[in-house]
């Protein structure tokens, strides 16, 4: 009989055993050296908790809002590309999952199954993530397609003007499906003659000349809430909300991208500060334990995304390994705040963990 994984981790080992190597790799992946995908873990593990004792704790709430919008705990599901590497059902899986567990996904621009294909699969809050595209077109139209489809925000992908370095998939000659979001809009080659089949596209597609003013023009052709998705430092933060957007995602895209950026959970409270309350602040990059939740609410996150956690869970079982997932660390959560003398999510503060001087372990 198959193992009932008993932590994110062991979902972990389980997708890793079930998927082909060129998808795993793909999925578990960093850039360059990785240095920061262990990092972003890493981090969380340095910081203790100060637990608060003889609170009543007999009920526990963890309950959230974000925009408006009530979820059962504050924890989303972050965008990611291309799920059905990790399972057939892809991203209709995760959609019943997420809605199945009250909480709000972020369908990845990058979706195997279209965004109309998930608006119809079930009854749920859901946010759009979006990658401009040269020549802007493509991206007002289905920007446009996710509005008229009840997507609830535009989450806006901000640190992949080029993709960064994933070895692995250099060496596997990683292939990925044609992105279906862009069928009939625009047509690429995507063959390459050795590579990355991902970088290929990625390389012919994505605009790095996207700059802040053209939040502007993205505020022009939709009425949806716009948050920003990988800010780490305070800098940035003020810029975004300055040009009005209505949330920040401290993210450095689950170390997809820049290799050395610090794991997000070191630069969160810089940004948290400097944004001063403005916006909800997200963070997402690590989270594997319901203590890590709790630290970064502890450290003024609105709320998290899990990425790979998620993916694993679709590999491992399906919907079901999804529900298991988000469901796990929903209930890690509720543990560690009875646990650490917190009912609510309001009793978190930020007395509640000790955060070492902020150095990476290898640069001591
Ligand atoms: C397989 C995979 C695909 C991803 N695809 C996207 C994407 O299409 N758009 C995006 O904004 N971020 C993408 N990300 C980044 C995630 O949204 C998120 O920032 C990251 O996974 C969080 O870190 P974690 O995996 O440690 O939880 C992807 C991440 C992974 C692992
Ligand atoms: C254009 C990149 C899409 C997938 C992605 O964001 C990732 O693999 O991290």
């Not at 047509?187 to 939040?215: C, M, N, Q, R, Y």
């Not at 940035?236 to 993210?251: H, L, P, T």
Request: charged share 25%; hydrophobic share 40%; aromatic share 4%.
């Amino acid at each position: 009989m198959e193992e009932d994984p008993v932590n994110l981790r062991e979902f972990q080992e389980l997708a890793k055993r079930k998927l082909p190597k060129m998808s795993y790799d793909y999925i578990s992946g960093g850039a360059e050296d990785q240095f920061t995908l262990r990092e972003n873990v890493e981090a969380f593990q340095r910081i203790m908790l100060r637990p608060r004792i003889l609170v009543d704790v007999s009920k526990i709430d963890t309950s959230s809002t974000l925009l408006g919008h009530k979820m059962s705990s504050p924890i989303l599901v972050a965008p990611t590309g291309s799920q059905q590497l990790a399972h057939p059902d892809g991203e209709l899986a995760t959609a019943r999952a997420a809605a199945a567990c009250n909480t709000i996904q972020v369908l990845s621009f990058a979706s195997d199954y279209t965004l109309e294909e998930v608006a119809s699969s079930c009854d749920a809050v859901r946010f759009f993530q979006l990658y401009v595209f040269k020549g802007r077109d493509v991206a007002a139209a289905v920007v446009q397609r996710a509005e008229r489809n009840g997507y609830k925000a535009i989450v806006l992908t901000a640190d992949t003007p080029r993709l960064g370095r994933r070895e692995a998939d250099i060496k596997n000659k990683l292939i990925i499906p044609m992105n279906r979001n862009v069928e009939g809009l625009m047509s690429v080659d995507i063959h390459t003659t050795g590579g990355s089949g991902l970088e290929a596209f990625a390389s012919k597609t994505l605009d790095p000349s996207l700059s802040w003013k053209d939040i502007e023009w993205l505020k022009s052709i939709t009425r949806l809430p716009i948050i920003v998705k990988g800010v780490l430092t305070a800098e940035d933060a003020i810029k975004a909300v300055e040009v009005g957007v209505s949330g920040i995602i401290v993210s450095n895209h689950g170390a997809r991208q820049l290799d050395y950026t610090p794991a997000t959970i070191t630069v969160l409270e810089e940004v948290v500060k400097a944004v001063s309350g403005s916006v909800p602040v997200l963070l997402d990059g690590g989270v594997r334990r319901g203590t890590d939740v709790f630290k970064a609410l502890a450290l003024g996150a609105k709320a998290v995304m899990i990425g790979r956690p998620v993916v694993y869970g679709l590999a491992a079982k399906g919907e079901d390994g999804v529900k298991r997932v988000i469901t796990m660390l929903q209930k890690e959560l509720e543990l560690t705040m009875a646990l650490a003398g917190c009912p609510t999510l309001k009793d978190i503060t930020r007395n509640h963990v000790m955060v070492p001087h902020q150095k990476p372990r290898s640069l001591l």
